[in-house]
């Protein structure tokens, strides 16, 4: 019995560390490729609708617009979606890019309460035509809160069998500022990106 009680209580233990761990916001993976800029976001959307269709969100400014809260699932898709596209800015070389959707959930349950824990993923696309990329800025509309975010640009290598290559990295300069309204967060990375 004391065994038992024993391994119960080391499996809490390691279960809550487990949990500790867990990244409790949402996140952004950027990547850039030649000629584009893919932005991965797994997002709340419980606690993004319910932030979105508070009145005094929007009154402190955290939210551009109330959404309305009689919408059904289709219009609430349609309503983040344009937020979204319309409150997320990207430049590359400081030469502002054009954002649309490349992946969207088409019906996402976020009738749950805000405390919920689960994250969809929203995919967001930009072409540019920069030979060599410098820098990217990037801002996303404050309502989505903070957003953890890993800026990479891939570099493909052949590992030939039997044979070793090698990949160096460089160090990333990173620069946040404030923006004016509408409110929106900022974040600013200049080359060299980090290569992955």
């Not at 269709?53 to 955290?62: E, N, P």
């Amino acid at each position: 019995m004391k065994i038992i009680l024993t391994c119960g209580f080391i499996l809490l233990m390691v279960m809550s560390q487990v949990q500790a761990h867990e990244l409790k916001e949402n996140s952004a993976q950027v990547i850039m490729r030649d000629g584009q800029v893919e932005i991965r976001l797994m997002v709340n959307m419980a606690r993004w609708q319910s932030l979105l269709q508070s009145d005094q969100a929007w009154l402190m400014g955290d939210s551009i617009q109330v959404m309305p809260k009689h919408l059904n699932d289709k219009q609430k898709s349609l309503f983040l979606s344009e937020l979204i596209t319309q409150n997320s800015q990207v430049s590359v070389n400081d030469v502002p890019v054009k954002m649309g959707i490349l992946y969207f959930p088409d019906s996402i349950d976020i009738n749950n309460d805000h405390h919920s824990n689960e994250y969809n993923e929203i995919v967001l696309t930009a072409q540019h035509k920069q030979g060599h990329v410098n820098n990217i800025s990037l801002s996303l509309p404050k309502s989505l809160g903070n957003v953890h975010s890993r800026f990479v640009q891939p570099r493909y290598r052949l590992i030939k069998a039997g044979n070793q290559t090698q990949v160096s990295f460089k160090h990333t300069f990173i620069k946040e500022h404030k923006m004016p309204s509408p409110p929106i967060n900022n974040i600013t990375i200049h080359q060299p990106i980090s290569d992955i």
